[in-house]
């Protein structure tokens, strides 16, 4: 349960940078589509021929309907955005919002590091993975700003065991060495 | 058009940022991804893309789009609508403000419509447009949503609404060859008097009027006219008309307030 929320949590911690700036110039647009007014130009049109009994009878409620199913689809879609971007911003300015969770719970393997970008690990059920570690958020804990796997040097990987995605890098000096 | 456009690049921005979620969330080897843009595997056209995935729909491509500006085109039909809403649309350009005039259309054909049209309108045009004032206006019937203001000047637009009124009865059959193609005469009202009878919100007057072509003796007729409420009071006993007559028939007169020339 837990690692679930730490898993999807982590998308938007790893991806701060990214996240921040989706939020913040996002939000503002998705806010208008979820929160925006419903009185449009053509729903005055609309009851002004229902007024004048003149409205056509097939659109009625089929229009309503779909621009309040359109409504709560832009509203989660928002708390998503924003969430992502608070998420992003911790993230961004170094507070480990899931790596501590995920140091703590993680099975530990050993990996490798590609010039920083990218670490490979192989879990125990045999699947390699290539993952993204970003330069701003880097995945690294409980140092975030320690170099860890320069040159060849294996590092230490701990994953969720449900979702090897959410990984940290261990720049503890004892399996960093 | 281009609001759809950009709805499709909305679109498709979302789908990108959707497979960059999922791959971020399930792929197991991210460094090869399906997307474009997505070479070196930083977040920076992630960035971008969500960018402007967040500004497109503060361009408004989202909201319920007006009705437009209405380019005249030939096919366009001419009718007299009625104003039955004005609202001001809360913006002004030069001072002037905008307001959304909704009419009711009675075209010469098929059934009545509510139609919108939106324009800048002068403090001093405003007092022209009470509930209920006649306006010309032309319209296509395939989108009858956006009508637009017909030039009473232009010619084509004359005959447009005559044709207009001959079709809702306004003009007497009897008068009509007399209106379409008669001789055009200054004439004065002798007498007026309302028949109660009323059509499209005009009423009905029997005058009776005194036609001086100039260089012929006076002769009266008698005649029925229809005529907006507002212009009642340019039909008083006295005032000076134009009357159209077919010269081998001069008794059958169709009296107009402006001076027609026959199309």
Same mark, same amino acid.
């Given at each position: 349960m837990?690692?679930?929320?730490f898993?999807?949590? #982590?998308?938007?911690a /790893? #991806?701060?940078?990214?996240?921040?700036f989706?939020?913040?110039f996002?939000?503002?647009?998705l806010a208008?589509l979820?929160?925006g007014g419903?009185?449009?130009? !053509? /729903? !005055?049109?609309? /009851?002004?021929?229902?007024?004048?009994?003149?409205?056509?009878?097939?659109?009625?409620?089929?229009?309503?309907m779909?621009?309040?199913?359109?409504?709560?689809?832009f509203?989660i879609v928002?708390?998503?955005?924003?969430?992502?971007?608070?998420v992003?911003l911790?993230?961004?300015?170094?507070?480990?919002?899931t #790596?501590?969770?995920?140091h703590? #719970?993680?099975?530990?393997t050993?990996?490798?590091m590609? /010039?920083?970008?990218?670490?490979?690990?192989?879990t125990?059920?045999?699947?390699?993975?290539t993952l993204?570690n970003d330069f701003?958020?880097?995945?690294?804990?409980?140092?975030?700003?320690?170099?860890?796997?320069?040159g060849?040097?294996?590092?230490t990987?701990r994953?969720l065991?449900g979702?090897?995605?959410?990984?940290v890098?261990d720049?503890?000096?004892a399996s960093?060495? | 058009?281009?609001r759809?456009?950009l709805?499709?690049?909305?679109l498709?921005?979302?789908a990108?940022?959707?497979?960059w979620?999922?791959?971020?969330?399930? $792929?197991?080897?991210?460094?090869?991804?399906?997307?474009?843009?997505?070479?070196?595997?930083s977040s920076?056209?992630?960035?971008?893309?969500?960018?402007?995935w967040?500004?497109l729909?503060?361009?408004?491509?989202?909201?319920?789009?007006?009705?437009g500006?209405?380019?005249?085109?030939?096919? &366009?039909?001419i009718?007299?609508?009625k104003?039955?809403? +004005? &609202?001001?649309?809360?913006t002004?350009?030069?001072?002037v403000?905008?307001y959304?005039?909704? +009419?009711?259309?009675?075209? &010469?054909?098929?059934e009545?419509?509510? $139609?919108q %049209?939106?324009? %800048?309108?002068?403090?001093?045009?405003?007092?022209s447009?009470?509930i $209920?004032?006649?306006?010309?206006v032309?319209f296509?019937?395939?989108?009858?949503?956006?009508?637009?203001?017909?030039?009473?000047?232009?010619?084509?637009?004359?005959?447009a609404l005559?044709?207009?009124?001959?079709?809702?009865g306004?003009?007497d059959?009897?008068?009509?060859r007399?209106r379409t193609?008669?001789i055009?005469?200054p004439? &004065?009202?002798?007498?007026?008097?309302?028949? $109660?009878?009323?059509?499209?919100?005009?009423?009905?007057?029997a005058?009776?009027? %005194?036609?001086s072509?100039?260089?012929?003796?006076?002769?009266?007729?008698e005649?029925?006219?229809?005529?907006?409420?507002?212009?009642?009071?340019?039909?008083?006993?006295?005032?000076?008309v134009w009357?159209m007559?077919?010269?081998?028939?001069?008794?059958?007169?169709?009296?107009?307030?402006e001076?027609e020339?026959?199309?």
């Open positions: 837990f690692d679930t929320i898993w999807l949590l #982590n998308f938007p /790893s #991806n701060g940078y990214a996240m921040v989706i939020a913040a996002g939000s503002t647009g208008m979820a929160f419903a009185r449009g130009g !053509r /729903s !005055r049109l609309q /009851s002004l021929r229902e007024q004048e009994g003149l409205a056509a009878p097939t659109a009625s409620a089929g229009p309503a779909l621009t309040r199913t359109r409504q709560i689809v509203r928002f708390a998503v955005v924003l969430g992502s971007g608070a992003g911790l993230a961004l300015i170094g507070v480990p919002v #790596n501590a969770y995920i703590a #719970n993680g099975v530990e050993t990996g490798t590609d /010039s920083g970008d990218w670490v490979t690990f192989t125990e059920d045999g699947t390699e993975y993204a701003f958020t880097p995945s690294v804990y409980p140092d975030a700003h320690a170099s860890v796997g320069w060849d040097a294996p590092v990987v994953y065991p979702h090897p995605q959410a990984f890098i720049s503890t000096p960093g060495d | 058009m281009i759809n456009l709805r499709l690049v909305w498709l921005l979302s990108w940022l959707i497979v979620v999922l791959e971020g969330l399930f $792929g197991v080897d991210q460094r090869h991804s399906i997307l474009p843009f997505q070479g070196d595997g920076r056209p992630a960035l971008f893309i969500g960018v402007a967040g500004i729909p503060m361009l408004g491509i989202f909201s319920p789009a007006g009705p500006r209405r380019r005249a085109r030939p096919d &366009d039909r009718a007299v609508a104003v039955i809403a +004005v &609202d001001a649309t809360g002004t350009i030069n001072d403000p905008q959304d005039i909704f +009419v009711r259309v009675s075209p &010469d054909s098929g009545d419509f509510i $139609g %049209l939106r324009m %800048l309108i002068t403090p001093d045009e405003q007092s447009l009470v $209920g004032a006649p306006l010309p032309r296509s019937s395939m989108k009858p949503d956006a009508v637009a203001l017909a030039d009473p000047m232009d010619p084509a637009v004359r005959q005559l044709d207009w009124r001959i079709a809702k306004l003009i059959p009897r008068q009509v007399a193609s008669g055009t005469s004439a &004065d009202i002798l007498s007026v008097r309302p028949t $109660g009878k009323r059509l499209e919100g005009q009423s009905e007057l005058l009776t009027v %005194l036609i072509p100039e260089g012929q003796t006076p002769w009266e007729a005649t029925t006219l229809f005529a907006y409420p507002q212009a009642i009071g340019r039909l008083q006993v006295g005032s000076p009357a007559y077919r010269r081998e028939d001069p008794k059958t007169v169709a009296i107009t307030i001076k020339t026959v199309a």
